[in-house]
């Protein structure tokens, strides 16, 4: 995602679930991301993005964000 120019915003543990994968020799647990509900992408000439609202989780937000409002 970060390599695509997105920002998820909001990553926190109730956002990354394990997916047991039953079907291999030796199972394998896989980590997916959800709810980009807060996502934004990044500026390509500062890296930066700019979230125009306060939301999210403020101890979980990215680096990345620029601007957030106090």
């Known amino acids: 995602m970060h390599s695509r120019g ?3 915003c909001d990553i926190k543990l109730s956002n990354i679930f394990g ?6 020799d ?4 896989h980590l997916k991301v959800s709810d980009f509900g807060l996502a ?7 890296r930066k993005a700019y ?3 306060k939301a ?11 601007n957030v409002l106090s």
């Open 6 to 8: 997105v920002v998820h």
């Open 40 to 46: 934004l992408t990044l500026d390509p000439s500062t």
């Open 51 to 53: 979230m125009p609202l």
């Open 56 to 66: 999210g989780t403020f101890n979980y937000l990215a680096p990345e964000i620029n």
């Open 19 to 24: 997916i047991k994968d039953e079907e291999s």
């Open 26 to 29: 030796c199972p394998e647990v």
